[in-house]
Structures are given as structure tokens and as C-alpha cells.
């Protein structure tokens, strides 16, 4: 099994632009967490799916974050317009329910110039 | 407040010591609990688990116990390595049951 596949692996875009992250979580995992994490606030629930279905985006910071599921294989999370403070190591985990714990992805750094 | 409360670092040790990282949950019922590692520049991983309470996780050398009564589960290994040198994480369900919440890490760094 490759894992939790994220990219890109490092992200370098200048304030305004739009940036798209992406995630493939591992066959057969029902649940889909986005987190975020930074030296300040260490690691946050963003969002998380569950079948596909967002069931609780309450840690999106700010409607210029988004995120979709179109189907069990891929995600997306999207920060448009981008600002610098968005700066941080953004990660996908999924799990199969609860049981076995979330298998993360090795992250995407984000830098916003 | 937290549901998770973690020791605080940075913790340096030299190679051979023994480590302990606290850690404390506020949860209903018994739920599993877990441990992860955050090696540089990585994700985290899992590193173990206790699905019932009085159970032990055990992996690479660490160990840690379920107690319900103290509502603790604790990180311990006997002989620390450079190797270990890495941020760990403890983590609980939060209020929903498929959520993990995270404690705040903590920075181990063993020295030779």
C-alpha cells in the first residue's frame, strides 16, 4: 500500500494567487481529515469527510478555504485568494472509522510570499 | 479546556536515558488512544495504540498503559536512542467519535 499520497510536496506562491492542495487517501478508508499544522497553533482539524460528505468543517479558518471530495480516491483543499499567514505544513490523513488510528501524508509545506 | 493534555517540551535527554511523556484525556466512555511520531520533515506516524482500558500499546521500545482510573496514558521507554529524537504526539476522540484531538507535541531530543 503507497500510503496517504499528498502533493505537491512544497508549495511557493505569492499573496492573491490560488493555491490547490491535493490528497489520495488509502483504498478502503472511509474518513478524510484535512489539518494544518504551524509552530503557533501546532496541529488543527480543518475538516474532515466521511463516504465522500463533509461532515464538519468548523476549523476552516476563513471562507477563502475550501475543500471538496468528488469521490473516495481524491481531495482537494483550496485557499483562494492565498495570504502569508496561511503559511504552514498542510496534511491528509484518512482511517478506516476510528479503529486503527488516521494515516497521515507526508504534508505539503506551504509558503506564501 | 483540552481534551488532551501533553506534557510540555522541549525534553533533551542523553542516549540510554529513560523517558516519560506525560499525558492526560477528558473523554466519556473508554476510547481508544493513541500515540504518534513526528520524525523531521515528515508526517506523523502512528506509533501506538490502546483500544480498552488496562491495556498496553507497544512498539520500537515504547510502551504505554491505559489507565482509566488516573485517565493518563502515558510514554515510556526504558533506553532512549538519537534515533528517537522526534515530536510526539498523544491523541483521544474529541467530541465527535471519528475525531482525534492532538496534544500540543512534544520535542524529544536525545543527545550521544
Known amino acids: 500500500d503507497a500510503g496517504v499520497i499528498q502533493s505537491p510536496r512544497h508549495e511557493v506562491t505569492e499573496m492573491g494567487q490560488e493555491v490547490t492542495l491535493r490528497c489520495k487517501p488509502i483504498?478502503?478508508?472511509?474518513?478524510l481529515f484535512w489539518y494544518r499544522q504551524t509552530m503557533m497553533r501546532g496541529l488543527e482539524l480543518l475538516i474532515y469527510?466521511?463516504?465522500?460528505?463533509?461532515?464538519?468543517d468548523s476549523g476552516m479558518p476563513e471562507d477563502r478555504f475550501s475543500a471538496k471530495m468528488p469521490n473516495a480516491s481524491f481531495s482537494t483543499l483550496k485557499i483562494q485568494p492565498s495570504e502569508p499567514r496561511d503559511s504552514a505544513v498542510y496534511f491528509c490523513a484518512s482511517s478506516y472509522r476510528q479503529l486503527t488510528g488516521y494515516t497521515f501524508g507526508s504534508g505539503t509545506r506551504l509558503t506564501v510570499v | 479546556g483540552d481534551s488532551v493534555t501533553q506534557m510540555e517540551g522541549p525534553v533533551t535527554l542523553s542516549e540510554e536515558a529513560f523517558l516519560t511523556i506525560n499525558c492526560t484525556y477528558t473523554?466519556?466512555?473508554?476510547?481508544?488512544l493513541f500515540w504518534y511520531v513526528q520524525y523531521p520533515g515528515e508526517g506523523l506516524q502512528l506509533l501506538l495504540k490502546?483500544?480498552?482500558?488496562?491495556d498496553k500499546g507497544s512498539n520500537k521500545g515504547f510502551e504505554a498503559t491505559y489507565r482509566k482510573e488516573t485517565t493518563s496514558f502515558h510514554l515510556e521507554k526504558g533506553s532512549v536512542q538519537v534515533s528517537d529524537s522526534a515530536v510526539y504526539f498523544c491523541?483521544?476522540?474529541?467530541?465527535?467519535?471519528?475525531?482525534?484531538?492532538f496534544g500540543k507535541g512534544t520535542k524529544l531530543s536525545v543527545i550521544p
Open positions: 473523554a466519556t466512555g473508554y476510547p481508544s
Open positions: 483504498s478502503g478508508h472511509d474518513y
Open positions: 469527510f466521511n463516504n465522500n460528505v463533509p461532515i464538519d
Open positions: 491523541a483521544a476522540p474529541g467530541a465527535g467519535s471519528y475525531q482525534l484531538t
Open positions: 490502546a483500544t480498552k482500558a488496562d
